[in-house]
């Protein structure tokens, strides 16, 4: 299942392909927060959902791009795991966008490392 904003829409429907419900521009705040507490884990970037996520009691796998301090923010009492590059160059640069052409923090991260954070979570 893949979520996100009215303005991720092109997003959403590439994330979810073929094999997944694409839910993208379709949850009110209070349905993300019902979708996230059925899920067995979020995987999401370093953003608000991770945090909802942890109010309703959902294991999450953050995608952290370390524009703001690498260690300094997660989720609150839930099994959590961050995966990126730390000593990337756009580090504590605090940039709504990422300053480096192409996201050096998260475009490398292996698909098969969320695959294994989210076994390490507790997910099926």
Known sequence: ?????????????????PSALDLGGQTSLGALAAVIARAACLVVANTGPAHLAAAVGTPVVSLFAPTVPFGQWGPYRV????IGDATAPCRNTRAAVCPVA??????????????????RVGAP
Do not use: F, I, K, N
């Open 1 to 17: 299942m893949v979520t996100g904003g009215p303005d991720e829409l092109p997003l959403s429907s590439r994330v979810a392909g």
């Open 102 to 119: 192409g996201h050096p923090c998260l475009s490398t991260v292996d698909p098969l490392a969320v695959v294994e954070a989210v076994r």
């Open 79 to 82: 099994p959590w795991v961050r």
